[in-house]
């Protein structure tokens, strides 16, 4: 079932599957990085900008980050001529059965072209890792950008999902069946924030870091129904230094890209500790530490 309004919501999350935390994060080597088009705002006049070297060492600082909170790094390896394939939330969705023990995939369908080549290199590297590939139905006409639009409750088998710049809702109907998990739909209104993990970071089961500029009312409703903590990220620090599309893998720790100073504050008053890295290679690109990653159990 997809859900685009409180109204229609008749659970609670208790009522939900629990999910385990994942343990385990794939990262994919930048060599071959760079801003070579434009396809999000924050792109323009960025094309050719990226220092390569700086952005290697930003990206092993984000590996150690990892590292140094015992969750293990697995790594892809980036190809020459897929300049966005370092952020490798967005190829796949992953999810995980703990009845059955089953690990896998939904392949995304990319929204822009340039990307769409990048979704074999992940299938055929999930299928190394022994995960279950699973793709849309082939008649369905709808785009899906995985984790960087569907983003897994915590703890919950519960997903949000974005919509409006990149992912088409009817993408949502088909995850929803595929996994037999509700979603709860949220539209994007603002093209700064053109995939969820822009300006929307779950922290823990209760507890979540947004944009409030980024969502429209029912939005916004559905999120404060679902979460008892909503911490807004200032407007200027989650729009021009990604502070929504930071990452926190066990509940407190924040992976956060440096100088979100406000939002740091707002964080640690709720008892979350910060970890600021600079990403602002990245950032040139769109993205930051969120969708340089992607989680698996
Ligand atoms: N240049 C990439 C794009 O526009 C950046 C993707 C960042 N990923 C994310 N989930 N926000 O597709």
Request: glycine residues 6%; hydrophobic residues 40%; aromatic residues 12%.
């Amino acid at each position: 079932m997809v859900y685009s309004s409180p109204d229609a919501v008749d659970f609670s999350l208790a009522d939900c599957p629990s999910l385990p935390r994942p343990g385990r994060v794939v990262l994919t080597t930048p060599t071959h990085f760079d801003v070579e088009y434009v396809i999000n705002p924050h792109m323009s006049n960025n094309v050719g900008q990226v220092n390569k070297a700086v952005a290697f060492q930003q990206w092993k600082a984000l590996r150690a980050a990892y590292t140094a909170l015992d969750v293990e790094p697995i790594v892809a390896t980036g190809q020459s001529g897929l300049p966005d394939m370092v952020f490798c939330a967005n190829q796949t969705f992953p999810y995980y059965d703990p009845d059955t023990n089953t690990h896998g995939v939904v392949l995304s369908r990319m929204h822009a072209n340039e990307r769409t080549p990048e979704v074999p290199y992940y299938a055929d590297f999930f299928k190394q890792q022994g995960f279950e590939i699973q793709r849309l139905p082939e008649d369905l006409d709808a785009d899906f950008e995985g984790m960087g639009d569907a983003i897994w409750h915590p703890a919950r088998r519960v997903v949000w999902g974005g919509y409006g710049f990149r992912t088409t809702p009817e993408a949502y109907e088909a995850l929803s069946d595929r996994l037999d998990a509700p979603v709860m739909l949220l539209r994007l209104t603002d093209p700064d924030f053109y995939h969820l993990d822009t300006c929307f970071c779950p922290l823990n089961e209760d507890t979540v870091l947004i944009a409030a500029e980024a969502f429209d009312e029912s939005g916004r409703a559905l999120i404060d129904r679902f979460f008892d903590t909503v911490i807004e990220a200032p407007d200027e620090e989650a729009r021009h230094q990604f502070a929504c599309n930071a990452h926190c893998p066990n509940g407190t720790h924040v992976l956060i890209q440096e100088g979100c100073d406000q939002t740091n504050r707002r964080l640690r008053a709720h008892g979350f500790r910060p970890v600021e890295l600079d990403t602002s290679e990245f950032l040139k690109s769109g993205g930051s530490v969120f969708c340089m990653k992607q989680m698996i159990w």
